[in-house]
């Protein structure tokens, strides 16, 4: 099992740039397929992007796609999600989560078995 903690949210204004981090415990770090997903109040989670266990494969929701970049250092059990261009409406709580080894890649899974506990991004306009 891996541990999950985020990191890096905050008050950003409309069109700014943010960077979350997720620090992963566990030697097997890099053979997890990880990802992104948030919460907005009153709304359900939603999926904002995956990404492979090499790095080598992303997945990105439409709403993000072009502004946010996912990506991995696995020599840091670290990854992390650069939101750049962001919008009120990028205002949730973030979340990491993560698939172990046994659930391969898989770009149309929209849930992961592992979560953090969260970090809250807020975009003012």
């Known amino acids: 099992q891996v541990q999950l903690v985020e990191s890096g949210g905050g008050l950003v204004q409309a069109g700014g740039s943010l960077r979350l981090s997720c620090a992963a415990s566990?030697?097997?770090?890099?053979?997890?397929?990880m990802g992104w997903f948030r919460q907005a109040p009153g709304k359900e989670r939603k999926f904002v992007a995956t990404?492979?266990?090499?790095?080598?494969?992303?997945v990105y929701a439409d709403s993000v796609k072009g502004r946010f970049t996912i990506s991995r250092d696995n020599a840091k059990n670290t990854v992390y999600l650069q939101m750049n261009s962001v919008k009120p409406e990028d205002t949730a709580v973030y979340y990491c989560?993560?698939?172990?080894?046994?659930?391969?890649?898989?770009?149309?899974?929209?849930?992961?078995?592992?979560w953090g506990q969260g970090t809250q991004v807020t975009v003012s306009s």
């Open positions: 989560a993560a698939d172990p080894p046994s659930r391969p890649f898989d770009p149309a899974r929209r849930s992961l078995d592992y």
């Open positions: 566990g030697r097997t770090f890099s053979s997890y397929t």
């Open positions: 990404i492979s266990w090499s790095g080598g494969s992303t």
